[in-house]
């Protein structure tokens, strides 16, 4: 079956500019997850929707930054007035329901600001 | 609270040697533990975990781990090294009391296998 999609796959915006970057979940996904990778880092949590459900916004780093999942299937993450530090790669996950632990990624979005 | 450390940030090995990538996590409760690759330009893929029971466990590719509670380690080997092994490699950590078990990801291993 398909697995974790994410568009676009490249963005360049210039400073000041908003974004929008979209994860399709596997279908039937409960749980969905954002992360942000830094060049040479690990991932670093984000936000964490349990199905339309935002129940954790603790790792998004500024009120630029916002999270949606209306219908709890497709997400979208959005940044307001992007900033350089922003520049990263930003993953998408998901997983089956609440109890299980393997979480699957999806190729992320890399995000380059000028 | 968690935390993953991994020693080394890259890895050379010729190719037929023994990959050997450590990790050691640090968490007050009984951790869940796993291992992911990364190729360029690409997103994680699941080598292997470790969630309750066996404590040696075994991944993808051949690749296998050996959760060490005294250690706080959870090092990942693969007998032999071969070309397409070169990628990054991510430990990560979650936990049963964070209800939404988001991983916690160290810094990542660079693997170069030479020929």
């Known amino acids: 079956g398909a697995g974790v999609s994410q568009s676009p796959r490249y963005k360049v915006a210039k400073r000041g500019q908003d974004v929008a970057l979209r994860c399709d979940p596997i279908?039937?996904?409960?749980?969905l997850f954002w992360y942000q990778q830094a060049l040479g880092q690990g991932p670093e949590f984000l936000t964490y929707?349990?199905?339309?459900?935002?129940?954790?916004k603790s790792g998004l780093p500024s009120d630029r930054f916002f999270a949606e999942r209306p219908e709890g299937s497709v997400s979208t993450l959005k940044i307001q007035r992007t900033q350089q530090e922003d520049s990263a790669v930003y993953l998408c996950?998901?997983?089956?329901?609440?109890?299980?632990?393997?979480?699957?990624f999806g190729p992320g979005t890399r995000l380059t600001v000028t | 609270a968690q935390s993953v450390t991994q020693l080394g940030s890259h890895v050379s090995v010729s190719e037929g040697a023994l990959v050997l990538l450590r990790c050691n996590y640090s968490?007050?409760?009984?951790?869940?533990l796993f291992w992911y690759v990364q190729y360029p330009n690409q997103g994680l893929q699941l080598l292997l975990k470790?969630?309750?029971?066996?404590?040696l466990v075994k991944g993808i590719n051949g690749f296998e781990a050996e959760f060490k509670k005294s250690e706080t380690s959870f090092h990942l080997t693969k007998p032999s090294a071969h070309m397409s092994d070169a990628a990054e490699y991510f430990c990560?950590?979650?936990?049963?009391?964070?209800?939404?078990?988001?991983?916690?990801f160290g810094s990542g291993t660079r693997l170069q296998v030479q020929p």
């Open positions: 996950a998901s997983r089956f329901n609440r109890q299980g632990h393997e979480q699957y």
């Open positions: 968490s007050s409760v009984p951790p869940y």
């Open positions: 990560a950590v979650t936990t049963m009391d964070t209800g939404r078990r988001a991983l916690t």
């Open positions: 279908s039937g996904h409960v749980s």
């Open positions: 929707f349990q199905n339309e459900a935002q129940l954790d």
């Open positions: 470790y969630t309750t029971g066996a404590t």
